[in-house]
Structures are given as structure tokens and as C-alpha cells.
């Protein structure tokens, strides 16, 4: 019996060159005859395994094969054979020696605790605190040197933009008036003037001249019912536009106020409107004609003491055909909060410096007081002015320090006796050349509030953009007030509030071109005159807004008036 072969020893594999189905080719020979049944010779595997080897890639061949793992075939001769790699035991190694296991506990500490590493330490951590007390110092110092923002003052709804005035509701609808109820379908019309506030009426019911038959309690049937009137109420507030019923008892009568000596009746009267309207949601009131009124301070004391209570957002205003400044002023001695619309600008003689004196000397005299702009308690810009002056005069109203006040139609030119057949005290509203079936070819497009609108030029499109302006820049809204050294003719003043951009405006009320001539020697520190300037607006349509303008050259048109800004600078 032939020995078995010996086992392989441990780590050594055995690597075949060739599956065995090459074994069963036709170049295999059986075993000789002399040779033992089913086993295969030593030579038939040696020679395989050449040819196996020999089929490898030169790179991949073996160079040596060891001591006695070759078979001598024919002629003597050695050839590579049986390839033994030893793979377990080389990996182990190379993966030993691969492996880092780093520093022991000890070892870590002795590093650290030398020397070098002590120094390096305490030198990084003292450079730590000098770089963080460093990054401290250096933003308490800017903290420290920065100017401090400006407290904002208490800001109400009435602060923040223009309010209008609709005395007479049929005539402002027009043709189809529809009272309370129509008013409802000019509310997009008003919100796109940016107005704050409407003042409406009044439009209670009054027997003329007939204090037992005036009830400031009911709405006249002839204009709505109090359901038309909340129903407007409701309206008007989802257009953040407030109402201000206008209370004057007697406004169809001789005397707004009866007679003297029904006067405790019409107080009494008075106080029960003022709670009942209150509490139906209205914003405000407005009373006309206080110069009419006996004790007129007492009583407008004790009418602003029932509003206040009820909220400090609702306002009492206080209207006055007066244009004597100390009577204007002494109504504001017993009250607070007081709006006060007056005759007192309507005596102007229309020049650049009388416009001058006539400002100044109010915001003296009414001193912390808001003031409110306008040129009558109820009558139109147009019964004052010749129509040059209508763009000057809204960009004097609306850049001025308080709540500019306008009558319906002065955002459109309109005039009292424009129209033939019109009532002089309310002049029909011109919505389109339709208002005035009658009056065919005597309305222009201009005329309208259709013209108007559609014109980038127009009256209408200037008061918008004012309106605007005026209500979401700060300087505008509550800036301070410092008129300006200007030429012949000129009114020119800047409004600027803490680090916010500055408006400069100015006015020439001639009729022929002017130099400005502008001199900033009475400016405070902390408002200098610029180089040059934004033009942000100007009332002649000519000139090319967003411009910038020397202000050392700036000269004017005849009744030009120009809104400038400029940034502030530290």
C-alpha cells in the first residue's frame, strides 16, 4: 500500500493554478498498468501544477520554489510546482506591526509634567485672557462712545397721518348718493389717500334751532339708520381708517351752540352723546364753532375728561373760525390732547416770509401742544388760495410738525363756485364727467378724481405721494422743527429725528425763478446743511425726481416747492 501523502503543515495552503475539470482533457493519461487503481501519479500532479503556474502572470510567478517542493521530470530538470504561501501567520504580523497603541497613562503624564510643556500651557492661557479682556475693553469703549438712540415719543393714530373731513355726505357721493350706506363704496377711494382719520358729519338728528328736537343720540333718517351707520363703522376699520363723529348740536341752526341760556341743556346733552357713541366703537369727535360756546375751556376740559377715561386712543377736536393766536391758545390751557383746527393760517399774505412768521410764531406759542395744519374748521383750500399755491401748500401741510387736516376735494383742486347750480357751502364731488349729466362739456378729465388718478402729474397723485411720505418716515412724523436762512421769497426748514434720514424742504411762493440761497447758521450741532441732495419729490411734474441737487446752486420755479433728503452723518 502506498504511503499517505503528509499533511500540510500549519500555515502553509496549497494554491491549484487550475480547477480540476482541466484534468479531464484529452491530453490526461490513465495510470499505467503497473501503477496502483484511482490514484493519480506524483508526476501527472507535478506536471499540472506547472502548467497551472506557468499560465500565471510573469509579476505574479514565484522566483524560488523551496527545497524539495519540485518533482524532477524528464531530463533532470526542476521546475516550479507546489507554491506554498504561508498567509496566516505574515498577516498577523504585519497587522502587529500596523497596530499603534499610543501612550500609557504614565507616559501622558510624564509629557505633560515636563518642563516645555508647563511653559507652553501657561503661555497659551495667558494669551486666552489677554485677547478676551482685550474683545471686552474694546466693546465696552464702542458701547460707551456710540450716541445713544433717542427715546420715541408717545406716537396715537392722529400723529401718524393726514385726517379728512366730509361734512355734507350727499354731496361728496355725488350723483348716487346713498348716505351712510353709499359711504361704504368710497372707502378703497379714502385708503388710498393714507389718510388716518375721517371725520364725518355731522349727521345726528337737528330740528333747527330746536333743542328739545336735536338728538345727538340718533342718526338722521335721512342719512342711514344706526345699523347703516355701524355697518360703515365696521367697514372703515378693516381699512384701519378711524371715524370721528362730529357732534356739533346746532349745525343746522343760526348758532352751532342754541342760546346762551340753554346752554346746561346742551351739556347735559353733550355727556350722554359722547358715552353712547363711545361705546358704539367711534374713534373721536369734533365740535365747531367753540368760539361760540360760553366757558368754552371748562367745557372742552370736561368733554376730553369723558374720552380719555373711555381710552387714550380716542380724540376730541376742537374747531374755531378764529384767527387771533392767543384765543387759539388759551383753549389749549385746560386740556390735554387737544386737536385744534383753526382759521389762523387763512390770514397769510401768501409770501415766503410771511408764511415764515406765521409758522414759527404758532409752534412757539402752542409749545409742547400738538398742533394741527389746515385753513379753516371746515372750508375748502380752495376758498383761501389761488390755485398756483394748492401743490405748495400740501407739501407745507404734510412736512410740517403736526396732523395736517383737509376737507374733501382739496386732494383734487376742488372749488366752491367751479360748478354751475352747486350749493357754495358743498360743492359736489367730480368722481367722473358723469357726475354732472347736466353740464355736459363744462368737466374736464382733470376736474375728476378719474382724470386725476390715471395722471402722474396730477394734484391727486402728489397729495398720495405726500401722504405716503408722511406717514412711515420718523423725521416727518415727530422730527424736530429748525427753519432755515434762504433768499427773497424762499421758506425753507429741515426735519430730522436722531440717527434718521433729514428732509429738507423748500417753498418758493413768487412768481418768478429764485435762488435758494440756503444758510444753516442756526442749525444745532448735530444738523449740518449738505453739499447736495435726494430729490424726492417735486411739486412741478417737469423736474426729474431721484435727482441729486447742489444745493449751493438749487434755484426754484415760480410756486415750485421741492422735497429734499439727505443721510445722516456721525
Known sequence: MDPEPPEPSTGDILVPSQ????LSGPDVHSPSAGGDSGTMSQDTEVDMKEVELNELEPEKQPMNAPSGSATALSGGGEKNGLVKIKVAEDDAEAEAAAKFTGLSKEELLKVAGSPGWVR???ALLVLFWIGWLGMLAGAVVIIVRAPRCRELPVQRWWHKGALYRIGDLQAF??????????????????????????????VHQNQKDDVAGT???????????EEDFDNFLQ????????????????????????????IDIVATKMKEALKFWLQAGVDGFQVRDVENLTNASSFLAEWQNITKSFSEDRLLIAGTDSSDLQQIVSLFESTKDLLLISSYLSNSSYTGEHTKFLVTQYLNATGSYWCSWSLSQTGLMTSFLPPELLRLYQLLFFTLPGTPVFSYGDEIGLQVSALPGQPVEAPIMPWDESSFPDTSGSIS??????????DPGSLLSLFQQLSDQRGKERSLLHGD???????????SYIRHWDQNERYLVVLNFGDVDLPARLEASNLPASTSLPARADLLLSTQPSRKEGTTLELENLSLDPYEGLLLRFPYVA
Open 215 to 225: 338728538n345727538l343720540q340718533q342718526i338722521d333718517p335721512t342719512l342711514g339708520s
Open 120 to 122: 507652553t500651557r501657561w
Open 481 to 491: 422743527f429748525h427753519t432755515l436762512s434762504s433768499g427773497s421769497g424762499i421758506f
Open 19 to 22: 480547477p480540476p475539470d482541466a
Open 235 to 262: 367697514s372703515a376699520k378693516k381699512k384701519s381708517i378711524r371715524i370721528i363723529l362730529d357732534l356739533t348740536p346746532n349745525y343746522l341752526g343760526q348758532n352751532s351752540w342754541f342760546f346762551p341760556t340753554q
Open 173 to 202: 357721493q355725488g350723483r348716487d348718493a346713498g348716505g351712510l350706506a353709499g359711504l361704504k363704496g368710497h372707502l378703497d377711494y379714502l385708503s388710498s389717500l393714507k389718510v388716518k382719520g375721517l371725520v364725518l358729519g355731522p
Open 445 to 454: 378729465a382733470n376736474m375728476t378724481v378719474k382724470g386725476q388718478n390715471e
